[in-house]
């Protein structure tokens, strides 16, 4: 063991051209720290409201409709930014979550949706492309703070019981099948069913509340 560490710490004390091989290694460690450090101040840093607001398109269009739904202003005053909604909240997940997310890079320098009429010409393609996601990843994102082993089945509606503790419980569904419009305004969805899962047509969470109520 002796003679190991002895051979160990020859290679590290050799020189290199200009510095030992020990020198190099702790400088790298240190440099490796530093480097992690700013990019996760810098992922957290993309993950803030006042990021994902400061491109207008966002400020003006999604961030403006949020304002007032039940995910902004509630009865228990936790309120949901943006990244909690798109963003999971696991490394994996949400490493490709943001590497997907730099695609939109493109469309902000090229204007895709800078114009109030160019984002109601996106609105259906953009919803259903986040809806695609949320369905294939379980609702992922909805999980970040919603969970089923928490819910209180007698604390809600009839309706909404019923379908979280069958469709939900089941896997038949996932929280993005039933809840669209939650957040957002929905597109003009006429020609749409929701036959995947059997359930309801889909329906605004306004005219959720008021049926209920």
Known sequence: MKRWLASYW???????????????????????????????????????????????????????????TIHDVNRSGVGAECADCHVPHGWTHKMGRKMEASKEVWGWIFGTINTPEKFEGKRRELAEREWARLEANDSLECRNCHEFESMDFTAQSSRAARAHSTSLASGEATCIDCHKGIAHELPDMSDYHDTATRLPDIESWVAHLERDG
């Open 10 to 68: 020859r290679i590290l004390s050799r020189p290199s051209m200009h510095f030992s091989l020990g020198f190099l290694t702790l400088g790298g460690f240190i440099a490796g720290v530093f480097f992690w450090g700013g990019f996760n101040t810098a992922l957290e840093a993309t993950n803030t409201q006042q990021f994902c607001i400061s491109c207008h398109e966002m400020e003006r269009n999604p961030y403006r409709e949020l304002q007032g």
